[in-house]
């Protein structure tokens, strides 16, 4: 079973009955805030995740992920949750800085 852990929010584990779906759709389902400022169609980089551990278990890069890529607006181990297909096994994750709602606790 695919399953998200997000590590600076308390080590969260989300488990998801289905694979090849975007990151973000799997922790919007689940009642997590998740910041998307252009409606999830990759034309940003708000959504962005840090990926740990488990980036063989995400779909290849997107064109638009590649764009900010060459761009330097997304690190080589940083993904956008609304391009990224969790398509099975374990994700582990951390939110970025600039990513971070005030309204959210944060663990370290």
């Known amino acids: 079973m ?3 852990v997000i590590e ?9 009955s289905s694979v090849h779906r975007k ?5 919007h389902e689940n009642g997590i805030d998740w910041m998307h400022a252009c409606g999830k169609k990759g034309r940003c ?3 962005k995740i840090i990926v740990k551990s488990g980036s063989e278990n995400l779909s290849p890069p997107t064109k638009p992920e590649l764009d900010f890529l060459k761009l330097g607006r997304l690190k080589t ?4 949750s609304c391009q990224a297909e969790l398509t099975s096994g374990e994700l582990v994750v951390r939110v970025g800085e600039l990513n971070k709602f005030p309204h959210v606790a944060y663990s370290k």
């Open 2 to 4: 695919p399953q998200i």
């Open 8 to 16: 600076n929010l308390f080590n969260l584990r989300i488990n998801s």
């Open 23 to 27: 990151v973000i759709e799997i922790i």
């Open 45 to 47: 980089t708000t959504c």
């Open 77 to 80: 181990d940083e993904r956008l």
